[in-house]
């Protein structure tokens, strides 16, 4: 029984040393924005962001609902405006029509997904590029490509802020991003291969029609997944010594816990550990960064307004 305890202490030891804790770089980025913060408010400026969520969808009402609190610890503001899932395109489009030419609010946001009747690409082109703090603007889009960005999107700035963090090197390393989403797939894939910081790496995006994925993430030096499938990355899918981060997040049903499931990532966390370098945990790695990103956009956006 004490080499049980044993072995189980040295394994926290190891999997501790080796985790990269998004947790801790969004407090670190919170304190250094909160200089920032002080002086737009000596210019009376205070950073503010609108979300706009439609329908009752409950991982949106608790993401959103997070985002509020996150700004409000951060002594900025947040206003949502809720709407039911019959509401028509219309009427959310003349929400973010005022949002635009409203000078108290520094970001916009439309939570996604919306309802299946929407179009997408109608609602979030309709933000103003100057406030789409999500970045998924065209506008935006189109500058990340050309590696001149104005907004990165959140996950995919909050990953590579996670990297320069912990100094893992991407220059000239083999990466490999699963998944090839508007959201983090392809920004990812952008960032990684821009001539910036914490890029330069040579990327291959991976996704369902993908033959053979192991051949690719066998041989990367950083594997990102993002493709919400529960456990779905394992230690036979990596070599030694890999960098793994998990941007999925995924509700699995458990008895044996009060609320009846748990969240896991991407990756199966349990395999991996003795094989990786460093990897990103579920909770507590890529997700409290989106949400720091998110207050790091909003307070640029922000500091235009300083005359």
């Known amino acids: 029984m004490l080499i049980n305890k044993f072995l189980h202490l040295k394994k926290e030891i190891k999997l501790e040393n080796k985790l990269l804790s998004g ?170 291969a821009q001539k910036f910081e914490r890029g330069n790496a040579t990327v291959s995006m991976c996704h369902s029609r993908t033959k053979d994925l192991k051949i690719y993430t066998k041989n990367a030096d950083i594997v990102i997944s993002a493709i919400g499938v529960p456990n779905f990355l394992n230690a036979e899918m990596v070599k030694d010594g890999a960098v793994v981060i998990d941007v999925g997040i995924n509700r699995v049903e458990d008895a044996s816990v009060k609320k009846g499931y748990r969240i896991v990532g991407d990756v199966d966390l349990d395999s991996m550990i003795e094989k990786v370098s460093f990897i990103t945990p579920v909770p507590g790695g890529v997700g409290p960064m989106t949400i720091a990103m998110l207050l790091y956009n909003t307070v640029f956006s922000a500091e235009s307004y300083i005359i």
Not at 48 to 74: E, H, R
Not at 106 to 120: A, R, T
Not at 141 to 163: A, E, M, N, Q, R
């Open 23 to 192: 947790k801790e770089v969004s407090l670190n980025l919170a304190q250094e924005l909160s200089t920032r913060i002080s002086a737009l408010k000596k210019q009376n400026i205070i950073p503010k962001l609108a979300a706009i969520i439609v329908g009752d969808n409950p991982a949106s009402q608790i993401y959103v609902n997070s985002k509020a609190k996150f700004f409000a610890n951060n002594k900025c503001d947040s206003e949502t405006f809720r709407f039911p899932s019959h509401v028509s395109e219309k009427d959310v489009l003349n929400c973010i029509k005022k949002l635009n030419i409203d000078d108290s609010i520094h970001g916009i946001l439309v939570q996604l997904p919306l309802p299946k009747d929407f179009n997408d690409e109608n609602i979030l082109s309709s933000i103003s590029p100057q406030k789409d703090v999500d970045g998924f603007h065209p506008y935006n889009v189109g500058k990340l490509f050309s590696g001149d960005p104005l907004y990165i999107p959140c996950t995919p700035h909050g990953i590579i802020k996670i990297l320069d963090y912990y100094n893992i090197e991407t220059s000239g390393k083999d990466c490999v991003v699963i998944g090839r989403s508007n959201i983090v797939g392809k920004p990812m894939f952008a960032l990684l």
